[in-house]
């Protein structure tokens, strides 16, 4: 098993554009000549880990051409809400999508949303918050996002008298990051803006797997491209993703990941398999593996803890793929993190459309090594 440590992305989330009819206001940077386009919008949201909601309070939705705007700049194109509305990016799961509805905008390319959100003052102190299973509501801390808006870097294109189609794709799990050791927390929003599309792949996992720790991804290269949390039937759905070849992958505590590679997506919803079928992976022994990311000095005498990072474990199967099976934002102040990874060996099987999917046991099992980084001077990572 491989620790990656990959600095978290500070984007917005144009996300939360969410569940309102959108008005379009203002104007500016398109053509005058051209005659204006469209952007429909619908959200789906990965499943969170270890949350119950994730509220967020809209206001406003800002949208320019340049991704190096600044907010005081021209040239932005608003869609405002006609009040503030606090919307649950958690009820977006496992295939469900919100339709956001429909703006018009001036034809052009755009690079940049940023999404404002309502101040957690007054009579609205848990505008923005999050819910830990479990727990109480908690405020979350959104840095600049009722000023300037929290900023998401995109590109889209609206073409003169037609519709852009997106599927804005918001991963709770990623984005509430934890504040020292007193449950406090930060909202650093992680999403993905995707052509939408109709193809995409569903299927059944055992319902005797733990509900509450139990998720299917889409993965190509060992990146997470769509996830989802199976209903109480067993189904899972994988939405919208563009042709091409997955690897599907269920992981739940305290069982085997169970992966099923190369399954080809072309233009309509691939059917894996059926309840009669559904995936049970064997029992497995569930580790937790703890640490602290950090940064070294050039001299490598002193350290600080690396607060804006990601870590992940990655599994390597024998002939492949390689295959992502946990992830989680580090401690915003500490630097801490801590996975939950199963021990036991994997199981594969091989698709073949309309036969049923046959399990078997990989001869590799867990490992870890060396940690990779993508910056400079590069953290290391204490592991517990």
């Known amino acids: ?18 569940a309102a009819a959108l008005v379009a206001c203002g104007g500016g940077g398109g053509s005058s000549a ?22 967020v309070t809209v206001d406003r939705v800002r949208m320019h051409q340049s991704g190096s705007a600044s907010d005081a700049d021209g040239g932005w194109s608003e869609v405002a809400l ?20 429909q703006t018009s905008l001036p034809a052009g390319n755009y690079n940049q949303i940023r999404l404002v959100l309502v101040d957690n003052t007054g009579n609205n102190k848990l505008a923005n918050a999050v819910q830990p299973t479990g727990g109480a509501e908690v405020a979350m801390d959104t840095p600049s996002a009722q000023q300037s808006g929290l900023k998401l870097k995109t590109a889209f294109t609206v073409e003169s008298g037609k519709t852009s189609d997106l599927l ?34 569903e299927g059944y996992v055992s319902t005797s797997l733990s509900s509450a720790t139990t998720l299917v991804t889409a993965q190509q290269a060992g990146v997470v491209v769509r996830s989802a949390a199976p209903d109480s039937t067993g189904k899972f759905v994988l939405t919208s993703l563009a042709a ?3 690897d599907i992958v269920v992981t739940a505590d305290g069982r085997s990941t169970a992966v099923v590679p190369g399954v080809p997506v072309a233009t309509s919803t691939v059917t894996l398999n059926g309840t009669g079928s559904a995936i049970a992976p064997p029992a497995a022994t569930t580790r937790t593996v703890s640490g602290t990311t950090t940064v070294g000095t050039s001299g490598g005498t002193t350290t600080t803890a690396a607060t804006d990072a990601t870590v992940r474990a990655v599994q ?4 492949g793929p390689t295959v992502e099976v946990a992830r989680m934002p580090v401690n915003a102040t500490t630097g801490a993190w ?13 698709f073949t459309s309309g036969s049923a999917l046959t399990f078997n046991a990989d001869t590799l099992r867990v490992r870890d090594s060396a940690p990779a980084f993508t910056p400079s001077p590069a953290p290391a990572l204490g592991r517990t």
């Open 1 to 18: 098993m491989q620790f990656t440590w990959k600095p978290l992305l500070n984007v917005g989330v144009a996300a939360a554009v969410a």
């Open 34 to 55: 051209a005659a204006p386009g469209a952007v429909r919008l619908a959200m789906t949201d990965a499943p969170a880990c270890g949350y119950d909601h994730v509220f």
């Open 82 to 101: 006609a009040t503030p509305k606090r919307i649950d990016l958690l009820a977006l799961t496992n295939g469900v999508l919100e339709e956001l509805g």
């Open 168 to 201: 804005l794709d918001f991963d709770a799990c990623r984005s509430v990051v934890p504040t020292g050791t007193t449950g406090g927390y930060n909202l650093k929003p992680v999403l993905t803006v995707t052509p939408r599309v109709a193809s995409g792949v």
């Open 244 to 246: 091409g070849s997955y």
């Open 316 to 319: 390597v199967l024998t002939g």
């Open 338 to 350: 801590q996975l939950r990874v199963a021990a036991d060996a994997p199981v594969k099987a091989s």
